[in-house]
Each structure stands twice: as structure tokens, then as C-alpha cells.
């Protein structure tokens, strides 16, 4: 069940550009705008179907993103104006959960099925300091450094992630959270159910 709600929730927005490119301008929107509530959705860490392009990269600079669509993402009106930003004919429609998040469900929902197959033999779950390592800590790094390099804060220099470390420390992250999370939910299932003794029948 929740693999299942994992492949739907990473699923919907890949119907999302299908939906624009089609002219279901309407249905698209009723998948681009909920997904704004839980993903920034910038479309330069977003990827692109039926483009020129898969990304358009932001840089330092005129990045691709902008030689592409006019949107300066170095300022605060271009980073409003490149959430919403949804694609066209020529650049393609956006996909509606960016490249970080779609790489940690999906990592998930597969190790979710992996889990499943194995789960006889693989009933622990992993260490927490393992967890931490390969999980946290890459993420951690690629998404803090960002951050910090950045306004408002930019107490670091520039840096812009590329869509592979996105994906690779996002899938990391998936496959910490899934070898950690499914062991604890099959061992909280499989603990034997106490039998409540049934009431007593009241006397006539």
C-alpha cells in the first residue's frame, strides 16, 4: 500500500507535462498547483519533457535556464517567476516535482518492492549511523552548501547542484529512509495481536 501511494505521488507529475503538451491545460494545473504546497518546483532543478532540452540548468551567471526562457533566477522576482514557470512548445513542459524529490520517493517505492522480496532475510533494519552516512549526510552536504552560497544568506561561495548530484544524493537519502522505515513497519506487523476476551453477556 504505501509503495503504491509512492509510485502514484511520484507519478502524477510526469502526467502533469503529458496533460499541457496535449492542450488539458485545466487537468494539468490540478496536479502543478497542489505539488506547489509540498515542492519549491523551480524549474531549473525541475526536469523537462517534450523540449529541446531534459534540464535547463540555472549557473552563475546567464545560465541555461535563462538563456532559455528570459527568467533571471538570481533575483527574487525570477525565482517566483521560475516556480511558476511550466514550460512552452519549444523548452518543454516541466515536471511537477523537482529532480531532488522525485529521485527520493522513487528510491523509495523501489526499495519499498526490493524490501518486500528479501524482507524474510532482511528483517533489520539499518543502523542509524549507516542511515546517517549514506543517507543524511550526502544530501546534507549537497543541500546545505547550496543553500548557504545563496541569497539571502550567501555566507559561502556561489554554488549551483547539478541534476545528477540532485539525483544520486536524493536516491541515497530513498534508500536510507526505505531500509530504515519498511524493517520497523513489517516488525510492528508482525508482533503478535493480543486476543481481548470477549464481554460479558449481561444477566437477564
Known amino acids: 500500500m504505501i509503495v503504491g501511494m509512492l509510485l502514484v505521488y511520484v507519478g502524477l507529475p510526469f502526467l502533469a507535462p503529458v496533460l499541457k503538451k496535449a492542450g488539458a491545460d485545466g487537468l494539468a494545473q490540478a496536479i502543478y498547483q497542489p505539488y506547489k504546497f509540498v515542492c519549491h518546483t523551480y ?17 552563475e551567471g546567464e545560465g541555461e535556464f535563462e538563456r532559455a526562457t528570459g527568467i533571471n533566477p538570481m533575483t527574487p522576482a525570477g ?42 532475510r532482511a528483517s533489520r533494519p539499518i ?28 555566507i559561502l561561495p556561489f554554488r549551483e547542484s547539478t541534476w545528477h548530484l540532485r539525483v544520486l544524493t ?28 470477549p464481554l460479558p453477556k449481561p444477566n437477564p
Request: net charge neutral.
Open 127 to 154: 543502523p542509524w549511523l549507516l542511515f546517517v552516512l549514506i543517507g543524511v549526510l550526502p544530501i546534507g552536504l549537497d543541500g546545505f552548501s547550496q543553500l548557504l552560497s545563496q541569497p539571502p544568506l550567501a
Open 43 to 59: 524549474a531549473f532543478r525541475s526536469f523537462f519533457l517534450f523540449g529541446e532540452q531534459v534540464v535547463y540548468a540555472r549557473g
Open 170 to 197: 536524493g536516491a541515497l537519502f530513498g534508500v536510507g529512509v526505505a531500509w530504515l522505515a519498511f524493517p520497523l513497519i513489517e516488525a510492528s506487523f508482525a508482533t503478535e495481536p493480543r486476543v481481548l476476551d
Open 79 to 120: 525565482l517566483f517567476q521560475a516556480r511558476d514557470f511550466q514550460g512552452n512548445e519549444r523548452v518543454g513542459y516541466k515536471v511537477a516535482l523537482c529532480q531532488r524529490d522525485i529521485a527520493i520517493y522513487l528510491s523509495i517505492a523501489v526499495n519499498g518492492m526490493i524490501f518486500a522480496v528479501v524482507r524474510r
